[in-house]
């Protein structure tokens, strides 16, 4: 099972994921072919390295969380406009 939370802070979107997966996170050089091994270095670089994780004993399991700039909410930038499809 896998639990995903996104939470919107004044200056950033945290997002929270829970598994109950053994186990510390671990950044990997997958293979350019390779279909795993990128969640972590995707994550680094969108959080600029402002990410971490903590373990959760009683289910075995972890919770990651990174922390995403956000604009600020009056931003014009931030508004979705209507476009014709």
């Keep these: 099972m ?6 919107r ?3 950033e979107l945290r997002i929270t994921v829970w598994d109950n997966g053994p186990g510390q996170p671990r950044a990997t050089e ?3 072919d390779a279909e795993t ?3 972590l270095a995707i ?3 969108l959080s ?4 971490g994780w903590w373990p959760t004993p009683i289910s075995a399991g972890k919770v990651v969380w ?8 009056d931003d014009p930038d931030d508004r979705q406009q ?4």
Excluded: E
């Excluded at 896998?2 to 939470?7: G, L």
């Excluded at 600029?48 to 990410?51: A, E, F, M, N, V």
């Excluded at 990174?66 to 909410?73: I, T, Y």
């Excluded at 209507?82 to 499809?85: F, K, R």
């Design 43 to 45: 994550v680094d670089t």
């Design 30 to 32: 997958p293979a350019p």
């Design 48 to 51: 600029h390295r402002k990410w």
């Design 66 to 73: 990174a922390a995403l700039p956000a604009p600020a909410a």
């Design 2 to 7: 896998i639990i995903f939370a996104i939470h």
């Design 9 to 11: 802070r004044p200056d």
């Design 37 to 39: 091994g990128r969640g």
């Design 82 to 85: 209507d476009t014709p499809c």
